[in-house]
């Protein structure tokens, strides 16, 4: 079902959506993320790239998942804690950070579901805005085989038609998310309808970047795990982890315990997100490290999102946001890694 919301109605649509919690991109301290929304009023969908993806809605980076405690006898209690969040909307939703999401579903599926991350998920309607022009000038999601109006875990994707949006319902949950203010939309007219599409097409052609037969890549990645390449690329590395703290699609977590009080016994168990880039991943109670310098850690980066999970899922475990390209703050550029690693002897 497609339909026309004039940008004016934006505000008016969203607050007949009662019963919502609302996450839209804000613009705090010069930076534009995420964030929770109570006036339909304050949101503006002309924003470049937010600096983090809205997988912290769905994937917090810290969460309890167990609390424990000491009865009287000193009997250990233990309580399971699954999240019950209200029905959301995340508005904005880029169609890169949309993909990410129908990867996280094949990490954290399967036969045996994640409760936390699926309690969230199915609670959601993704809202996601086509890029007409690139919110980043590393943009490279035609690359790993997306697009900038990718409708890939979106429910609803908006194109922006200059006064008005033209609105994709792809979904049940997004064709109820339009039916609860269905008085604010029209259908399109047929001249509408070739302005989308003419607007689609054109928006590939505006993206810059690219690795160049990239389907090179995993079977080269194969035989590279001894490659002095790993050393050259890492020596600038700062072992930060903002390349994957900052990712749409880094997934790991670690698991720890805290003590609020040991007499009585009381405390949570709880994960937060981890990297691999960082050295403590990988240690070993008996002090051995799998993974001991940064070459190692940058070659697990990259094997990972481009070798490991085709082999599993048959899909690059990267959606092209470039991220982690801006935001490295010594300019390791994962597309010429990847350039690198094709054209290695």
């Known amino acids: 079902m497609d339909m026309i919301l004039q940008k004016k109605s934006l505000a008016p649509w969203l607050e007949r959506l009662e019963g919502y919690d609302i996450y839209a991109p804000v613009r705090q301290d010069d930076i534009w993320n995420y964030a929770h929304v109570t006036d339909g009023r304050d949101i503006d ?33 233990m309580r399971e804690v699954i999240p019950e969040p209200n029905p959301f909307v995340v508005l904005g939703m880029r169609p890169c950070d949309a993909r990410a999401l129908t990867l996280y579903d094949k990490v954290f599926g399967g036969d045996i579901k994640d409760p936390y991350y ?13 890029c007409t022009v690139p919110p980043s000038p590393n943009c490279f999601c035609p690359t790993v085989d997306g697009s900038p109006c990718s409708t890939d875990g ?13 609105v994709e319902s792809l979904t049940k949950k997004g064709e109820n998310l339009l039916n609860d203010a269905k008085t604010l939309f029209k259908a399109p007219t047929a001249a509408e309808n070739k302005a989308a599409a003419r ?24 035989g590279m795990f001894d490659a002095s390449l790993w050393d050259e690329e890492a020596m600038s590395c700062l072992r930060c982890g903002i390349c994957t703290y900052l990712c749409p699609t880094c997934h790991c977590f670690d698991i720890a315990d805290e003590l609020s009080s040991s007499s009585p016994l009381k405390g949570r168990r709880i994960r937060n997100w981890d990297t691999c880039q960082f050295p403590d991943f990988t240690m070993h109670s008996s002090g051995h490290n799998p993974r001991p310098d940064k070459a190692s850690r940058l070659r697990q980066r990259i094997l990972h999102k481009f070798h490991y999970f085709v082999v599993n899922h048959e899909a690059y475990q990267c959606t092209g946001c470039g991220r982690c390209i801006s935001l490295c703050p010594v300019g390791i550029d994962i597309i010429e890694v990847l350039d690198k690693v094709r054209d290695y002897a």
Not at 50 to 77: R, Y
């Open 45 to 77: 969908l002309g924003y470049p790239n937010t600096v983090q993806s809205p997988k912290p809605i769905i994937f917090p980076q810290c969460e309890t998942i167990l609390e424990f405690s000491a009865s009287e006898d000193g009997t250990p209690v």
């Open 199 to 222: 607007i689609k097409s054109e928006s590939e052609k505006k993206i810059n970047r690219q690795v160049r037969q990239l389907a090179e890549v995993p079977p080269k990645l194969a």
């Open 154 to 166: 979106l429910d609803i994707l908006l194109t922006d038609l200059e006064d008005r949006y033209y």
């Open 118 to 130: 699926w309690k969230r998920r199915e609670k959601g309607i993704l809202v996601g805005l086509a």
